[in-house]
Every structure is written in structure tokens, then in C-alpha cells.
Nanobody, 127 residues
Framework: QVQLVESGGGSVQAGGSLRLSCTAS????????MGWFRQAPGKEREGVAS????????IYADSVKGRFTISQDNAKNTVYLQMNSLKPEDTAIYYC????????????????????WGRGTQVTVSS
């Protein structure tokens, strides 16, 4: 199982930016999709962004489209989430996840496709 460690969280004012990083402790060929999820207090975990590099596929939640960008550096076993124009409603714990999907599928925000999760990093956006 892939072990994932997130970093880069913090506190920013609305309109600011943060870049989250997720480093995998080891590589497995079975993990062909990576994703970022978030959970705010009192709310369910939601998918934010996902990437499947082998198919050149990315997907974003509607709430972050145009503001967040997911990318992956295979040489560093690291996935990034660049977050711009942050809003107070982006405040949450952000989790990185690794999973596997069928060869015909692209990136996915379904948490059921992911079997390895990081411990999360807090992002707080103040107004």
C-alpha cells in the first residue's frame, strides 16, 4: 500500500494562494490515479481534483474549476495542488489519495476508487 504524506497547508487571506504537495513513500504500478479531497467541519469529504497522467486526464469539482490545478511529478513521486483565489469556503482538511481505475477510465473524484490516504493538511482561509 502506498504511504502518502501531505504538506503545504496553512492560513491565508481570501484571494491568496497555497500549493499542497503529496509525496508517496513508495511507488506502485497499481496506483494509476491520484486525487485531492477535502473535508470541512460538519461536512462530508468531497473530491476536489484528480489526475491520471497516463491518459492525460484531470477532473475538478465545479467549486474549484479555474482556481485549482492538479499536477504530478513522477520523478519525485509527488502530486501537487496549486490553489489560487482562495475563498473562506475552501477552508478544510485536505487529503491526498492514491487509487486504481480500469484502463479505459480517466481521473475520478469518487472516493471509492482510492485505497491509500494521507493524514491530511489543514487549509484555513480568512475573509
Amino acid at each position: 500500500q502506498v504511504q502518502l504524506v501531505e504538506s503545504g497547508g496553512g492560513s491565508v487571506q481570501a484571494g491568496g494562494s497555497l500549493r499542497l504537495s503529496c509525496t508517496a513513500s513508495l511507488y506502485t504500478a497499481n496506483s494509476n490515479v491520484m486525487g485531492w479531497f477535502r473535508q470541512a467541519p460538519g461536512k462530508e469529504r468531497e473530491g476536489v481534483a484528480s489526475i491520471r497522467p497516463s491518459r492525460g486526464s484531470t477532473i475538478y469539482a465545479d467549486s474549484v474549476k479555474g482556481r485549482f490545478t492538479i499536477s504530478q511529478d513522477n520523478a519525485k513521486n509527488t502530486v501537487y495542488l496549486q490553489m489560487n483565489s482562495l475563498k473562506p469556503e475552501d477552508t478544510a482538511i485536505y487529503y491526498c489519495a492514491a487509487g486504481a481505475v480500469a484502463s479505459t477510465l480517466g481521473a475520478t473524484l469518487s472516493p471509492y476508487r482510492y485505497n491509500s490516504w494521507g493524514r491530511g493538511t489543514q487549509v484555513t482561509v480568512s475573509s
